[in-house]
């Protein structure tokens, strides 16, 4: 067994939540959840208190996740309004551009400002309560300005990621139906420049029903701007007035949509609402960091994804915090830029990822060295399990051993953080995610969707609701009942395989639907495999994940060429360009190895379990094989791949 690594007892004396409390807390929450979140509740404005804390039920017949419903309230008032009377003139955000030296600070009463005034514009578009607006932009402080503008007005925030594609962008405008488009003339990520307009033009012309784009500057590139339909964030902030008055939404009433990838093909749209998922983001963000006032927080999250939403962004904002807002790459300039902006800003609590830390633990200790980091009390991981290799790394080198690591298991669907070793109360165990957080209770089932009972492998499901998890996917509620509810009736079931030990620690063992995880990024195979179909010279393809020493996983493409096109290194090329144009950068495949035919078993699906295995080499243990149709096609693959090595 991994060995424990004690809680600090100087973190332990000062923690918000220490062992006993641990202990006491999340008994109480179990045994009377809605008198814990009522209690949690408090720590928000609202306009007319709850009187009904919760209404849940996980029966997929008679799905209901509802929370603080009658309650009324306003997000940017919760997150801005209310500090401004004590920290007008404190830093809310201290943004570093992709080049060291350019950097700003924004503080409370200018946030505010822009707010206010970017709410009035919308409001001036016709944007109303409930319509959703979509963001493409990069890590500036005009994202987070335009995300709290839109809840300012009850509008739905959709960041979209400002890596993914203009097609990629495009249907998440149509799925939303969005009218107004907020994005940046261009980005620049280590060095390079993203031409975010140019995109958003593609898009809003592919997508159909855009309105109007919003365009802020970052690098005042001369973008051409579509008179009529396209205006300059500069200039209407400046002529608009710089008080909105907050509008009332009810606790359910959706706070935003975010796409992320799910088991069968089309991206979906997972919406929050807001009374719940304020409540626990904002609770759980100060528990789970240990968050004391003046602790500087750097989340290094893409705006993208929903750390970003929960943990760089409502987290930080709900508490009054200062945090760090990054727009470039760990290794740009070079492979010290992190620990630098560490030093700068004094940052006592650093949220990443695992693919990160495995990147820049080949740079070796040096550019760590060279920076100061004693200011560093927490550290964070995100995404996907950290292998112990880089536990140990991020812990001795970049926190001097003083530092506990919450490694924090939760997802998009689940809003908020599940399962973590809160710093003050749980002893780390490199490579577990720890226990579970207040009010939840993890299951490890078995095939036969029993409950195991103490040590034990299975798929990870969760009894009873939290006030953060998702309530629908945008214009498919069939569909997520059928993803999350149908699988395990009475529990949300996660995608994930888990190992709980004899102390209570969950693992997790890694996806077990067909979901990729590539660099802390969630890639559904089938969106993968339409995109790489979507070439005129291909007949099929599937894609499987292949075990990579930085990403984690990487993208292994077997593809299926028609009658008489030849396979040739071009045609390669031509269809790795092709999925990232159609996906993103982050989509980009590994490796692609032609196959005259591809394993199935005789209803014709596409056995990717076999293909996993060959793509990693493993070609005498490819599982159960009998169920195939057509075993001579997988000793050719075999042949190949083994010839390609
Ligand atoms: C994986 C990111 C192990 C998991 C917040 C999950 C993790 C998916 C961890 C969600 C972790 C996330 N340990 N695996 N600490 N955190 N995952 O929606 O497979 O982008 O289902 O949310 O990432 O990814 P998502």
């Not at 090329?573 to 190895?593: D, F, M, N, S, Y």
């Amino acid at each position: 067994m991994t060995e424990l690594v004690p809680v600090p007892q100087d973190l332990a004396a000062r923690a918000h939540v220490d062992l006993p409390t641990y202990r006491r807390r999340y008994a109480a929450s179990l045994r009377a959840p809605d008198d814990f979140w009522a209690a949690e509740a408090a720590s928000l404005d609202w306009i007319r208190p709850f009187r009904e804390v919760s209404d849940t039920n996980f029966d997929p017949a008679d799905l209901r996740i509802r929370w603080f419903a009658d309650g009324t309230l306003n997000a940017s008032v919760n997150c801005i309004d209310r500090h401004l009377p004590a920290k007008a003139d404190q830093p809310a955000l201290l943004w570093e551009g992709d080049r060291p030296g350019e950097s700003r600070t924004v503080t409370w009463a200018e946030l505010a400002d822009q707010v206010n005034r970017l709410a009035n514009v919308l409001r001036g578009l016709g944007v109303a309560k409930g319509d959703v607006v979509t963001i493409y932009m990069p890590v500036l402080p005009e994202a987070i300005v335009a995300m709290m503008a839109c809840v300012r007005i009850g509008a739905v925030h959709s960041v979209v990621f400002s890596g993914f594609s203009a097609e990629a962008l495009a249907d998440r405008i149509r799925d939303a139906g969005a009218r107004v488009v907020i994005t940046a003339d261009e980005g620049l990520r280590g060095g390079r420049v993203v031409p975010l307009k140019r995109n958003a033009d593609r898009a809003a012309a592919a997508a159909g029903g855009v309105a109007h784009l919003i365009v802020a500057a970052r690098t005042g590139a001369a973008v051409p701007m579509t008179p009529g339909r396209d205006i300059r964030w500069g200039p209407a902030l400046t002529a608009a007035d710089p008080w909105c008055p907050p509008v009332e939404v009810g606790a359910e009433d959706p706070l935003f949509v975010l796409y992320t990838s799910g088991p069968t093909g089309r991206p979906k749209g997972l919406v929050h609402t807001t009374g719940g998922y304020l409540v626990q983001v904002g609770t759980s963000w100060r528990t789970i960091f240990d968050w004391h006032e003046g602790n500087v927080f750097w989340s290094t999250a893409d705006i993208g994804w929903v750390t970003a939403h929960s943990y760089k962004i409502y987290g930080p904002l709900l508490n009054g915090a200062t945090s760090v807002l990054f727009e470039g790459v760990p290794t740009f300039p070079d492979s010290s830029r992190w620990w630098s902006i560490i030093e700068k800003h004094r940052v006592a609590i650093f949220y990443t990822a695992p693919t990160a830390i495995r990147s820049l633990m080949r740079e070796g200790e040096a550019p760590v060295r060279r920076h100061d980091l004693s200011s560093l009390r927490v550290l964070g991981s995100v995404g996907e399990p950290i292998n112990p290799d880089a536990w140990h790394w991020l812990h001795r080198i970049v926190g001097g051993g003083r530092c506990p690591i919450v490694d924090t298991y939760w997802q998009t669907e689940t809003g908020s953080v599940l399962l973590v070793p809160i710093p003050g109360a749980v002893a780390n165990k490199p490579g577990a995610a720890g226990k579970p957080y207040f009010g939840v209770r993890p299951v490890v089932m078995d095939p036969a969707g029993r409950p195991v009972a103490g040590a034990g492998r299975g798929s990870l499901c969760f009894a009873g609701s939290w006030p953060a998890q998702a309530r629908t996917i945008l214009h498919d509620h069939d569909r997520f009942l059928r993803t999350y509810f149908s699988p395990f009736p009475g529990h949300f079931f996660t995608g994930d395989g888990v190992e709980r030990d004899g102390l209570g620690y969950y693992r997790i063992t890694g996806r077990i639907d067909d979901v990729l995880n590539v660099s802390g990024h969630r890639l559904d195979t089938v969106e993968l495999e339409s995109a790489i179909a979507s070439h005129p010279a291909v007949a099929e393809a599937a894609v499987v994940g292949i075990p990579h020493p930085v990403k984690g996983q990487a993208i292994f493409a077997f593809v299926t060429l028609k009658a008489d096109q030849p396979e040739t290194e071009a045609l390669k090329a031509a269809i790795v360009a092709l999925v990232r144009e159609r996906i993103g950068p982050i989509a980009t495949p590994e490796a692609l190895l032609w196959a005259p035919a591809l394993p199935k078993n005789r209803a014709g699906k596409i056995l990717r379990r076999v293909l996993a295995r060959i793509a990693a080499g493993d070609y005498h243990d490819l599982g159960d094989t009998t169920t195939l149709a057509d075993p001579e096609a997988v000793d050719e693959i075999i042949r190949r791949h083994r010839a390609s090595q």
